[in-house]
């Protein structure tokens, strides 16, 4: 069965912390996305990747960082953590070529910044 | 970028009713995909469907159907004979033919009721 498996399912961490949030994937897929969650406002595009060492912002991209070192993991990353970052974080992946490819989800983070 | 609206924020019905949920989307782009995904109370978003630009063609399955109109940009979804398991956030969700960054809606939670 194809996985995106997120390394954390609870995380909760203190305003300024470096919060590391982990992706891999298990079907060889060129994309890899991280979008976050919130009430009222569905999933939101933070960052994305075509390729390793590549990276796109998408909407809301203030505040995060991304790492595609390798083809099958894709890290978000919180530089100095914010409360009103307190969220739902999903990463998903899809084969490359074009928007028609499904995204596979993973179970999701969810991040509370005190 | 392209941009999806799901203006039913909650819908709750009775067991063996119909309900459909609306998707109204916008892009500049002539091909394109939309795609509808269900995020069940476990939290793991789930895809459904997925249609192209170009096939206007209505599709069921089972229970479920999809009603594609592009005069009206929409892409509505319905559920025949609503059954409790179908409780769930659902999300309405577009792609670009040359991007492969896939935009969603809110999202629409129903709630079905015995």
């Not at chain 2, 577009?94 to 896939?102: K, P």
């Amino acid at each position: 069965d194809v996985k995106v498996t997120q390394s954390s399912r609870y995380l909760v961490k203190r305003t300024g912390e470096k919060v590391f949030l982990e992706c891999v994937q298990d079907m060889d897929h060129e994309n890899m996305f991280w979008y976050r969650q919130d009430p009222g406002l569905g999933l939101r595009l933070i960052y994305f990747s075509y390729d390793v060492k590549m990276k796109e912002k998408g909407d809301i991209p203030e505040g995060y960082s991304v790492s595609r070192e390798k083809k099958e993991r894709f890290s978000l990353i919180l530089e100095s953590a914010s409360t009103n970052q307190t969220s739902m974080y999903l990463c998903a992946s899809s084969l490359g070529g074009s928007g028609a490819n499904v995204l596979t989800f993973g179970a999701g983070s969810r991040l509370t910044v005190l | 970028a392209q941009k999806v609206t799901q203006a039913q924020t909650e819908i709750s019905v009775v067991e063996k009713e119909d309900v459909t949920l609306d998707c109204v989307y916008e892009t500049r782009d002539t091909t394109y995909y939309l795609f509808w995904y269900k995020q069940p109370p476990s939290g793991e978003l789930v895809f459904l469907i997925r249609r192209n630009s170009f096939d206007e063609q209505n599709e069921i399955s089972g229970r479920y159907s999809w009603n594609f109109q592009k005069s009206t940009s929409s892409f509505n979804f319905t559920i025949t004979a609503s059954q409790v398991v179908d409780s769930a956030v659902y999300f309405c969700a577009l792609s670009e033919a040359r991007n492969n960054d896939m935009r969603f809606g809110a999202g629409t939670r129903l709630t079905v009721k015995p």
